[in-house]
């Protein structure tokens, strides 16, 4: 494990309101303009609703909502243009490090497998990689932690509280079936 470089990572927040005083971390202000554009687009599709045609339609309450998003929103965009950016951060070390970006990654990856794959084989490979990348152990113990963590949700899970998984490529149903005469039919 590395040290953490107590400039940036020394244990303590700067999660207080407002961050620091008086300056924007690293992409503050595109969010600050993604929230203005997603408030921009929720007033479009309220205003579709039905329109301005009366104070009571079923648009009206989805509308002043809205616009009061887009306000505030451009209030704080216009804020945090005017402030002046920390010098000593950037957006890949101290905002969105390769770990969180690896994990988005893996999760959008787990979604789009667990259909095809079944939930077996794509938690096991998410565990796998997220295992490694996370204790910088070697193999023995990442698969076994992988695994035996797997096992022992799958049984919790699916034997336990009878929750049903997408089976995928494992024949699942013949394995439960298995367990059960082993154990006569206990589970």
């Known amino acids: 494990m590395t040290t953490p470089d107590p400039i940036h990572h020394d244990g303590s927040s700067d999660a207080l309101p407002g961050g620091y005083d008086a300056r924007r971390r690293p992409g503050e202000l595109v969010f ?12 479009w599709n309220a205003y579709g609703i039905a329109g301005l045609s009366k104070l009571s339609s079923p648009g009206a309450i989805p509308m002043a909502t809205s616009a009061v998003m887009v306000v505030t929103a451009l209030i704080v965009t216009v804020r945090t243009a005017r402030q002046p950016r920390v010098a000593d951060e950037t957006v890949a070390r101290d905002i969105l490090p390769g770990t969180v970006i690896l994990f988005v990654g893996l999760l959008v990856g787990y979604a789009l497998l667990l259909r095809p794959l079944g939930f077996l084989p794509t938690s096991a490979l998410f565990l796998i990689v997220g295992i490694k990348v996370l204790s910088r152990r070697g193999w023995g113990f990442t698969l076994g932690t992988a695994l ?6 799958w ?29 006569g039919g206990v589970l």
Not at 32 to 43: E, M, Q, R, W
Not at 148 to 153: G, H, K, P, T
Not at 157 to 183: C, D, K, T, Y
């Open 32 to 43: 600050a303009i993604l929230l203005t554009v997603a408030s921009l687009a929720l007033l």
């Open 148 to 153: 035996l963590s797997l096992a022992v949700i």
């Open 155 to 183: 049984l919790i899970f699916r034997l336990v509280f009878s929750v049903l998984m997408p089976a995928g490529i494992v024949p699942e149903a013949e394995f439960v079936q298995m367990l059960r005469n082993l154990f």
